[in-house]
């Protein structure tokens, strides 16, 4: 089995997401790491917007509310997408903290579910 995952392309955005489906990832997780991605990419695809802020990235993007709400561990009943907006721009660590929340979330189930397991001897 590992080497057939080691074969595996993982270029691309479907090969990722469709493994980590299929490997049990819950998907808060991969609605986050789609986050993550898209807005690494309008950084990557647009060489002005590198001065801009993560925050002026997400509001560019048409999906904005479902960005910042998988980049910053909150749940989405009662979410407010407004206020949640005028909070960042009062204090932009909300946001940076909230993707390293979800970030140490990732990794910590990662390692959980797919970690080296026990060691042999």
């Not at 990722?16 to 990557?44: K, M, Q, S, W």
């Not at 749940?75 to 949640?84: A, P, S, T, V």
């Amino acid at each position: 089995m590992e080497t057939f995952v080691d074969k595996l392309p993982t270029v691309g955005r479907s090969s990722i997401r469709d493994l980590l489906e299929v490997a049990g990832c819950p998907l808060d997780r991969i609605h986050f790491l789609d986050a993550v991605r898209t807005i690494r990419n309008a950084y990557a695809h647009d060489i002005a917007a590198c001065g801009e802020t993560i925050l002026a990235m997400v509001l560019r993007d048409r999906k904005s509310r479902q960005l910042l709400l998988a980049m910053s561990s909150v749940d989405e009943i009662g979410y407010d997408y407004d206020q949640h907006v005028v909070m960042i721009m009062d204090d932009p660590s909300v946001l940076r903290f909230g993707i390293m929340i979800e970030l140490l979330q990732f990794m910590g189930m990662s390692y959980r579910q797919w970690g080296p397991g026990e060691t042999p001897g």
